[in-house]
């Protein structure tokens, strides 16, 4: 399956599409999809967890992982 993606404006009602011509002949199958005018902004997660943060425990996360394994050994 070969995938051409174009963004065209209709007018009148019509999209005029350029094949190559080896697609003469061949059945197709047209998908139209509208396009926003904007993309929607990103939303980002940097900062999400900020409230959670407690400075005194940072010198700990390095043996965290092992630490809490301990528990359940």
Do not use: C, H
Request: charged share 30%; proline share 4%.
């Amino acid at each position: 399956m070969e995938v051409i993606r174009t963004i065209r404006t209709v007018k009148n009602g019509q999209v005029l599409l350029d094949l190559p011509s080896e697609l003469s002949g061949r059945e197709v199958e047209i998908i139209v999809l509208t396009k926003d005018a904007s993309k929607p902004k990103k939303k980002s997660l940097r900062g999400a967890l900020q409230k959670y943060v407690r400075p005194e425990l940072i010198s700990t996360e390095s043996d965290a992982w092992e630490n809490t394994m301990q528990v359940f050994l």
